[in-house]
Structures are given as C-alpha cells and as structure tokens.
C-alpha cells in the first residue's frame, strides 16, 4: 500500500517563469490537482487552474502540458498516469476555449525520479508556453 501523502500548498498559477531558451514554464504540484493515484481533476485544482488561462490565451504559440510522477510504483504504471494527468490538464484548457490544435501533451512519468521512492517535488505537470 503506497504512503499517504498530502499535498503541497498551491503554488502561484498566475506568473510563469522564463527559461533560457525564451519558454515560458508554469509548474503545479500533481498532489494539488489530483488523489493519489488518480487522473481525474478536483474541482478546486481546475478553479485554480483557470488563473493562468488568460496567460494561455494570450500566447501566440504552441502549449505543452507535461505530465511527471515519482518513484513509486512500476514504470510503465508511472508513465502513463503522468500521460493521463497531462491529457486531464489538456482537457480542461480545452473546456476553456484553448484551441487544441496549439496544445500537445508529453508524459515524462518517474524520468528523474528514485525508484520506491514517494517524491512529492517529482510529481507535477508543466505546462510550457513555446
């Protein structure tokens, strides 16, 4: 039975951080928009969520929304529950008007991770304004 872990505290939706290469990236705790082991949006996450869309809609480019998970379980598992928390984020910045032909969807799984090991900082979703 995996560990209980409670989530880390929201982190600012609203700003972006520019990376060297002119991206500009917006990371959210997976343990904020998700229970544990599940894909399937809270409603709190997806209202919190909807503060970076203005940014989002703003941006003339490509979105990718990235999907990570930790160490724990197998990696096959991990890999595609990191997909399916990517295409859930995918799929509500959809429900907001956000054109799916600018958004793709990258699943990383436990890439960086420790195996076994339940590392809140390894589970998170990107979403990357290119």
């Known amino acids: 039975m995996p560990p209980s872990v409670a989530p880390d505290p929201l982190p600012p939706l609203s700003s972006f951080i520019t990376q060297p290469d002119g991206s500009r ?3 959210v705790s997976a343990d904020y928009l998700f229970d544990a082991n599940s894909a399937d949006l ?3 996450a997806a209202t919190a969520l909807a503060g970076i ?3 989002i809609r703003e941006h ?10 930790d160490g ?3 990696t096959e598992h991990n890999l595609d529950l990191s997909r399916r928390r990517a295409v859930a984020v995918q799929a509500y910045l959809t429900s907001q008007d956000i054109p799916a032909s600018l958004l793709e969807v990258e699943a990383k799984g436990e890439e960086g991770a420790t195996d076994g ?3 809140a ?3 998170r979703v990107e979403i990357v304004l290119r």
């Open 42 to 44: 809270r409603p709190a």
């Open 60 to 69: 003339d480019g490509r979105v990718q929304v990235v999907g990570y998970s």
């Open 53 to 55: 869309v203005p940014q």
């Open 72 to 74: 724990l379980g197998s």
């Open 121 to 123: 900082s390894r589970r």
């Open 25 to 27: 990236v917006s990371t």
């Open 117 to 119: 090991v339940a590392d």
